[in-house]
T-cell receptor
Framework: AAGVIQSPRHLIKEKRETATLKCYPI?????VYWYQQGPGQDPQFLIS???????DKGSIPDRFSAQQFSDYHSELNMSSLELGDSALYFC????????????FGPGTRLTVL | LAKTTQPISMDSYEGQEVNITCSHN???????ITWYQQFPSQGPRFIIQ???TKVTNEVASLFIPADRKSSTLSLPRVSLSDTAVYYC??????????FGPGTRLSVLP
């Protein structure tokens, strides 16, 4: 069965650079979520989109922005990167009305040097 | 603020039944409890979901009492490959999705 696809899987950036992470949800899933997981920490919710509109906002820094496109894929844009942004970034998707059943992608490991 | 509470860690031996309890206050009336499993450097994987009483699937059972202030994930006859972090997820009124602190289960031979 198709799963959530994230790209790239690994990304290395330097401080103050920008990064763009992409997420392709499971087909026919219209809701996308972004999470950040630092080393040894729990996943922290950043932001979610439903039908291309932002639906919930969590602890997403102002330096980050995200959007969902007409094909339901989503991009997380990160600017002025800091060392503390080094983490695993997971995208999850869910079908309409099943927001508590989220299917996670393999994650993007971002390293900021 | 409402929050979830789980044991930080648990140890078990292969073949034993493992029960992990999550406490969740102020859960929304229409929301479900969902449990996830996470291996290192992988995305959380859905295990089971329930609203009340008992739910069972091919990998686990979930017990939720009538007051819904807690839930217990039951893993029958664990194996070494069940070593992972287990999270309970509950959607609260006015809150975004909040993972519990996670329980690190270690299954020993």
């Amino acid at each position: 069965a198709a799963g959530v696809i994230q790209s790239p899987r690994h990304l290395i950036k330097e401080k103050r650079e920008t990064a763009t992470l992409k997420c392709y949800p499971i087909p026919r899933h219209d809701t996308v979520y972004w999470y950040q997981q630092g080393p040894g920490q729990d996943p922290q919710f950043l932001i979610s989109f439903y039908e291309k509109m932002q639906s919930d906002k969590g602890s997403i820094p102002d330096r980050f922005s995200a959007q969902q496109f007409s094909d339901y894929h989503s991009e997380l844009n990160m600017s002025s990167l800091e060392l503390g942004d080094s983490a695993l970034y997971f995208c999850a998707s869910s079908p309409r009305g099943e927001g508590n059943t989220q299917y996670f992608g393999p994650g993007t490991r971002l390293t900021v040097l | 603020l409402a929050k979830t509470t789980q044991p930080i860690s648990m140890d078990s031996y292969e073949g034993q039944e493992v029960n992990i309890t999550c406490s969740h206050n102020n859960i929304a009336t229409n929301d479900y409890i969902t449990w996830y499993q996470q291996f290192p450097s992988q995305g959380p994987r859905f295990i089971i979901q329930g609203y009340k009483t008992k739910v069972t699937n091919e990998v686990a059972s979930l017990f939720i009492p009538a007051d819904r202030k807690s839930s217990t994930l039951s893993l029958p006859r664990v194996s070494l490959s069940d070593t992972a972090v287990y999270y309970c997820l509950a959607l609260f009124y006015g809150q975004n999705f909040v993972f519990g602190p996670g329980t690190r289960l270690s299954v020993l031979p």
